[in-house]
Every structure is written in structure tokens, then in C-alpha cells.
């Protein structure tokens, strides 16, 4: 158990509409970090959010967003879903900003898109 | 194109065999880790070599950080079933931007 809680753990919606995806964070870290892994894409980074702040940007989408909040909880928000967003969805949490602290995922969120 | 390209994709071998996957770019980076991901479960870290030339050896498994910082290597002696899954190289750079390897499936027959 990595101690980062992704929920829900699978999500089945239609094309079009639009989806909210949690993460808690292990307990002590400020980061959250959040990636997309498909099989033709592999694993992509998304964003990083340090207590409270964007810290950066990968190869996230103008359609989704992210925020963390004042408890340390992050949300991927994914909008205008379309078949080709069906992928798991990763968070990983460390201490601190830096990139060479060890990420602990969680176990993923699975979006299947109808 | 990946930024991280890694070989081979697949792997198949008997127990007690060694192995060597390859993690292989044109960029540098600042940092490389390597994951394990099993079946179902998020990725796990096993290690991260920051110093180009740098060797970390964890149990059975030895890593290898290139000298340019563009490679690295992953060689496991005397594998065994419970080896079995992906494995995954990350390579941070341009701050804190995270690239994540096309992956190496290995499954150890006993």
C-alpha cells in the first residue's frame, strides 16, 4: 500500500461529458503529481501541484485541469471527454518540489469512455 | 516519438537466466528512476541515479546511470518469477517535467 487513495477506481461515461478524478496524497507530502497511461501512449506526465501551486506542465490537454487544495487533496477534472481519453489515470505524491524525491502512485483510476 | 525509448519490449525467460534492459535518449537528463508496475497497481520506484556514471545496486538488480546522463541501463542476475512485470525508466528535466520510457514487459518462467 503506497498510501496515495485514488478514487474512483474505474469510470464508465459517454463521449462529451465531463468527469472529476481524486487523489489523497500520502500523508506529509505536499506534492501530487498526475499522469495518463494508454497502450499507445504509455505512461505521459500531466501536471504537478507543490502546496497548492502548479508547479508544472506535461502533456496535459486545454480540456483538463487540476487543482490541489488547502487539505492537499488534488482533482483532475477532464472535460469534452472523448474515446481516445480512455486510459488509467495515475497520481503520485512526494515531500517536496524537487524532482528526485520518490513518487509513490496510487492504483489508478480507470476511465473507459462509451 | 518517446523521448525515453527502451528495449527490448518484451522479455521471456527461465528463471535463474540474467537480463539486461535498456533505457536509451538523445536528451539529458538530471535524473533517472526506474519502476517496477505490476498488473492493476500503480508504479513503484526502485531507484534514482542522479550522477552521470553512477551504479546502484539493489539486491539482485543493478542500475546504471550513462555518463552523458542520456542512458541507463537495468541488469537483474538470476531473475525470478516474482521479477515478473513492467519496467519503467523516468528521466526528469527542464524542471521537473517527468518522461516516462515506452516500457520493458518481463516475465520470468519458473
Known amino acids: 500500500d503506497s498510501g496515495v487513495t485514488q478514487t474512483p477506481k474505474h469510470l464508465i461515461t459517454a463521449t462529451g461529458q465531463r468527469v472529476t478524478l481524486r487523489c489523497s496524497p500520502r500523508?506529509?507530502?505536499?506534492?501530487v503529481y498526475w499522469y495518463q497511461q494508454s497502450l499507445d501512449q504509455g505512461l505521459q506526465f500531466l501536471i504537478h501541484?507543490?502546496?497548492?501551486?502548479?508547479?508544472a506542465k506535461g502533456n496535459i490537454l486545454e480540456r483538463f485541469s487540476a487543482q490541489q487544495f488547502p487539505d492537499l487533496h488534488s482533482e483532475l477534472n477532464l472535460s469534452s471527454l472523448e474515446l481516445g481519453d480512455s486510459a488509467l489515470y495515475f497520481c503520485?505524491?512526494?515531500?517536496?518540489?524537487?524532482?528526485?524525491?520518490?513518487?509513490?502512485f496510487g492504483d489508478g483510476t480507470r476511465l473507459s469512455i462509451l | 516519438t518517446q523521448l525515453l525509448e527502451q528495449s527490448p519490449q518484451f522479455l521471456s525467460i527461465q528463471e535463474g537466466e540474467n537480463l539486461t534492459v535498456y533505457c536509451n535518449s538523445s536528451?539529458?537528463?538530471?535524473?533517472l528512476q526506474w519502476y517496477r508496475q505490476e498488473p492493476g497497481e500503480g508504479p513503484v520506484l526502485l531507484v534514482t541515479?542522479?550522477?552521470?556514471?553512477e551504479v546502484k545496486k539493489l539486491k539482485r538488480l543493478t542500475f546504471q546511470f550513462g555518463d552523458a546522463r542520456k542512458d541507463s541501463s537495468l541488469h537483474i542476475t538470476a531473475a525470478q518469477p516474482g521479477d515478473t512485470g513492467l519496467y519503467l525508466c523516468?528521466?526528469?528535466?527542464?524542471?521537473?517535467?517527468?518522461?516516462f520510457g515506452t516500457g520493458t514487459s518481463l516475465t520470468v518462467i519458473p
Open positions: 541515479v542522479v550522477t552521470g556514471g
Open positions: 523516468a528521466g526528469a528535466k527542464d524542471g521537473n517535467q517527468f518522461y
Open positions: 500523508s506529509g507530502d505536499l506534492s
Open positions: 501541484y507543490y502546496n497548492g501551486e502548479e508547479r
Open positions: 536528451s539529458v537528463f538530471s535524473s
Open positions: 503520485a505524491s512526494s515531500r517536496g518540489p524537487e524532482e528526485r524525491q520518490p513518487q509513490h
